[in-house]
């Protein structure tokens, strides 16, 4: 999915949302590898020292929020082991029907001609070029039975078929030492996520949902499903990706939301 229930996109300059930055950074402070470390900084005074950032006016509240959230990525990045892998599960957990989630209604999941369309690769790669859906769909098959985790508390189980994203970047030449792989989508969301993720032996290119084509509704022509991250990290309709190392950010990332987005 690419963003939590009920929160409108927000035309014009981002805006923060702070309870949701503090819960964020409250949750991953309390998980038990860092409950030692939350219990000594998960105050404004901690979280003050360790950000620099005084609390006199909105201003500095915001400098703080953000320093908060970025201090979030930072201990998540270092805590993510790229060989650790997520839960699977059978069919009979499957959850049917798995819930459609995005920005916007149902009606409004935008139409990708699949005769037409191009995925434009581009950034730190060898191979620049575009690739056509029966390019893809010949690429190496894997399948995954995965829990996708919503920020907002409530998870399901689905199947996805793609190809692992990995073999694929190693594929067009990415220069895998590099620091973020950007995407952009058919509507107006834009996602990134970190190298390690990006190789992670689950990080699925997916084309399909539940052995059928990938419905518009989960992300047609193609979905990236990662069981390591939060449903919002999981970029759907894409048309481009790119390699860099230029901090790319995201649609709700630019908003507040933790960049990270481990789950």
Same mark, same amino acid.
């Given at each position: 999915?690419?963003?939590?229930?009920?929160?409108?996109?927000?035309?014009?300059?981002?805006?923060?949302?702070?309870?949701?930055?503090?819960?964020?950074?409250?949750?991953?402070?309390?998980?038990?590898?860092?409950?030692?470390?939350?219990?000594?900084?998960? !105050?404004?005074?901690?979280?003050?020292?360790?950000?620099?950032?005084?609390?006199?006016?909105?201003?500095?509240?915001?400098?703080?929020?953000?320093?908060?959230?970025?201090?979030?990525?930072?201990?998540?990045?270092?805590?993510?082991?790229?060989?650790?892998?997520?839960?699977?599960?059978?069919?009979?957990?499957?959850?049917?029907?798995?819930?459609?989630?995005?920005?916007?209604?149902?009606?409004? #999941?935008?139409?990708? /001609?699949?005769?037409?369309?191009?995925?434009? #690769?581009?950034?730190?790669?060898?191979?620049?070029?575009?690739?056509?859906?029966?390019?893809?769909?010949?690429?190496?098959?894997?399948?995954?039975?995965?829990?996708?985790?919503?920020?907002?508390?409530?998870?399901?189980?689905?199947?996805?078929?793609?190809?692992?994203?990995?073999?694929?970047?190693?594929?067009?030449?990415? /220069?895998?030492?590099?620091?973020? #792989?950007?995407?952009?989508?058919?509507?107006?969301?834009?996602?990134?996520?970190?190298?390690? !993720?990006?190789?992670?032996?689950?990080?699925?290119?997916?084309?399909?949902?539940?052995?059928?084509?990938?419905?518009?509704?989960?992300?047609?022509?193609?979905?990236?499903?990662?069981?390591?991250?939060?449903?919002?990290?999981?970029?759907?309709?894409?048309?481009?990706?790119?390699?860099?190392?230029?901090?790319?950010?995201?649609?709700?990332?630019?908003?507040?939301?933790?960049?990270?987005?481990?789950?």
């Amino acid at each position: 999915m690419n963003t939590p229930i009920g929160k409108p996109a927000r035309p014009g300059r981002p805006t923060l949302d702070r309870e949701s930055i503090l819960i964020d950074a409250r949750r991953e402070l309390a998980m038990p590898s860092r409950r030692l470390f939350g219990k000594r900084l998960l !105050t404004l005074g901690g979280l003050s020292m360790l950000t620099g950032c005084s609390l006199t006016d909105n201003d500095s509240v915001n400098r703080f929020l953000i320093a908060v959230s970025r201090l979030n990525d930072r201990a998540q990045a270092a805590l993510f082991d790229p060989k650790q892998l997520a839960p699977t599960y059978t069919e009979a957990q499957l959850t049917r029907p798995f819930p459609f989630n995005a920005y916007y209604g149902i009606d409004d #999941v935008p139409v990708v /001609d699949g005769a037409d369309y191009k995925l434009k #690769v581009s950034g730190l790669v060898t191979g620049q070029r575009v690739w056509t859906l029966p390019e893809l769909y010949a690429l190496p098959h894997a399948e995954q039975i995965t829990r996708h985790i919503c920020v907002e508390g409530w998870s399901a189980i689905g199947r996805w078929g793609g190809t692992p994203f990995g073999d694929f970047l190693r594929r067009i030449g990415a /220069d895998t030492s590099a620091k973020y #792989v950007g995407f952009k989508c058919a509507d107006d969301y834009y996602e990134s996520i970190d190298m390690p !993720t990006a190789l992670h032996p689950q990080t699925l290119l997916t084309f399909s949902y539940d052995g059928e084509r990938l419905p518009a509704k989960y992300g047609f022509p193609m979905k990236l499903r990662m069981p390591t991250k939060l449903g919002y990290k999981n970029p759907k309709h894409i048309v481009e990706m790119f390699v860099t190392n230029t901090f790319p950010g995201g649609y709700w990332v630019d908003q507040g939301y933790n960049w990270f987005g481990g789950s």
